[in-house]
């Protein structure tokens, strides 16, 4: 198992861009830094995930179990008669906020998020207040400021699209149709919702993507041709051989290395399988040959191979940080060059989150009767109540 210590990687000179063996070193040894790389990013990113896992992730339950029960308890006061319209649509607000966070947090898997969705959606069926004379007449000037006409609707016909939101767009859509078609004759929009001047940047765009698929499909195949090729090449089926014949467990008496040996030889033969000429070029040159003596004929075909490599390498060196990922988030949360700044990024973080748990369940406790509730509600309504007075109502 003879291994060679590597130098840092060196960029392709002048010099060395146009000697294969000179090549192959430089790709090898970026290999190896990449790898190197890799192997302490997921070292470091095991050990913070484990450390999330202990110190952070019981409390991320805990809070999101209690912004689930203080939202529930919301609900229980939905159908409440003394509410008021006001105080309800502040109330139905806040809820659509709670479950908007409930929804997207993302250590929600044991609540059950659907039967509180499906609760809310329930409330939608309790009858609002009927509008004053007023709000009536807000809403007539609303309309007309917004499409010239109040169609001549009764009173009786604009309650009834104001306690009806669904029909209320559905009818003023057909009133003023006439109206809106005025809009449309100031820019032409083609079918797909796109304006003219829009289309044709569209259609390159597209034209360039079904060029750059056929491209990329031809390196595709030529790669693969290159690899087909080479795993048939009398070198390769050289190193095969010879490293089957190092690793095969019957040559080794001691039971701990007969199993080791036969793991790499499962290894080996599920490369060949595979057509994964990388592995076994990289198998090689720890067990048999730590300095690739290769036949000059092989080196371009190797050095392609090795170039693959290292874009595969790099790609998954950038995706370990990939915040869409698990891992990625909770690197990108904690992770940092050195312990001590990693030990501040969680003590702040489970401050914060003891801080966000205790407002949870102080306000679930608080919220007992309907007059704390609307003591609650009062800045939501205030809001709501100016964007009425102002005729700013959808």
């Known amino acids: 198992m ?44 095991d ?17 999101v179990q209690a912004l689930y029960d ?18 309800r649509e502040a109330l139905f607000s806040w809820i659509g906020e709670e479950l ?7 250590f929600n898997e ?14 939608n069926t309790i009858p609002d207040d009927e509008p004053t004379q007023y709000e009536i007449d807000e809403f007539r000037q609303y309309v007309k400021d917004e499409y010239g006409s109040d169609g001549q609707l009764s009173d009786a016909e604009l309650i009834e ?3 009806n939101p669904e029909k209320m767009f559905n009818t003023l859509d057909r009133l003023f149709t006439d109206a809106e078609s005025i809009f449309d004759e100031d820019e032409e929009v083609d079918d797909d919702g796109l304006h003219d001047d829009d289309a044709g940047d569209d259609g390159d765009y597209g034209d360039d993507n079904e060029a750059g698929d056929g491209r ?66 990289e198998m090689y040159h720890r067990y048999s040959d730590p300095d690739f003596h290769f036949s000059q004929a092989e080196i371009p075909a190797i050095n392609a191979l090795m170039q693959q490599r290292i874009k595969t390498l790099s790609a998954e060196l950038a995706e370990t940080e990939n915040p869409s990922s698990l891992s990625g988030m909770i690197w990108e949360k904690f992770g940092a060059k050195t312990a001590r700044a990693i030990d501040n990024k969680f003590r702040k973080h489970n401050e914060k989150l003891h801080q966000l748990l205790e407002e949870q369940v102080q306000q679930r406790q608080e919220l007992r ?15 709501y109540e100016f964007e009425w007075q102002r005729g700013d109502f959808f």
């Open 216 to 281: 990329t499909d031809q390196k595709i195949d030529n790669a693969q041709h290159t690899l087909d090729g080479l795993l048939k090449s009398p070198e390769v089926k050289k190193m095969y051989k010879k490293l089957a014949n190092i690793l095969h467990p019957d040559r080794e008496a001691d039971p701990a290395k007969k199993n080791e040996k036969h793991l790499l030889m499962v290894q080996l033969s599920k490369a060949k399988k595979n057509h994964d000429v990388w592995t076994i070029l």
């Open 47 to 63: 050990a913070v995930m484990a450390r999330f896992r202990q110190e952070v992730l019981p409390i991320e339950h805990q809070y």
């Open 2 to 45: 003879a291994q060679r210590k590597l130098a840092k990687s060196r960029p392709v000179t002048k010099s060395s861009a146009g000697d294969p063996q000179r090549q192959f070193q430089t790709h090898w040894e970026t290999i190896d830094r990449l790898q190197r790389e890799m192997a302490i990013k997921l070292q470091q990113q």
């Open 70 to 87: 203080k939202t529930l308890r919301l609900i229980s006061f939905a159908d409440k008669k003394t509410l008021g319209k006001y105080n």
């Open 369 to 383: 009767s309907l007059a704390v509730l609307k003591m609650y509600l009062a800045p939501r309504r205030a809001t």
């Open 100 to 106: 908007e966070e409930l929804f997207h947090h993302p």
């Open 161 to 163: 699209l104001m306690m």
């Open 110 to 123: 044991h609540l059950d998020l659907e039967a509180l969705r499906q609760q809310f959606l329930a409330l």
